[in-house]
Nanobody, 120 residues
């Protein structure tokens, strides 16, 4: 069984920064991509950023472009999300996800989430 564990969430003032971390443990697997998603109260879960290890690079939601940076280590199945210039609209539970290297691209493994709260 694969577990993803996020850390680094917390309370920050608007304009501040946070760095989220995610590490995989348990059964060894090869990931094709890892990403971050978030869910704000009363809203559906939405895509934030992802990194595709094969060289396709990174992609971001328009709402976070220029403020958030995703990075990580393919061999260790770790991923980070550096969040700068945070605003109250970024308040959400942030989830890490991993897509195993199989025929169909799908985020199969999910973490439990870490709360990010941005105060105005």
């Amino acid at each position: 069984q694969v577990q993803l564990v996020e850390s680094g969430g917390g309370l920050v003032q608007a304009g501040g920064s946070l760095r989220l971390s995610c590490a995989a443990s348990g059964r060894t697997f090869s990931s094709y991509a890892m990403g971050w998603f978030r869910q704000a109260p009363g809203k559906e879960r939405e895509f934030v950023a992802q990194v595709i290890w094969s060289g396709a690079g990174t992609s971001y939601a328009d709402s976070v472009k220029g403020r958030f940076t995703i990075s990580g280590n393919n061999a260790q199945n770790t991923v980070y999300l550096q969040m700068n210039s945070l605003s109250p609209e970024d308040t959400a539970v942030y989830y890490c996800a991993a897509a195993p290297a199989v025929a169909t691209f799908s985020y199969t493994y999910w973490g439990q989430g870490t709360q990010v709260t941005v105060s105005s």
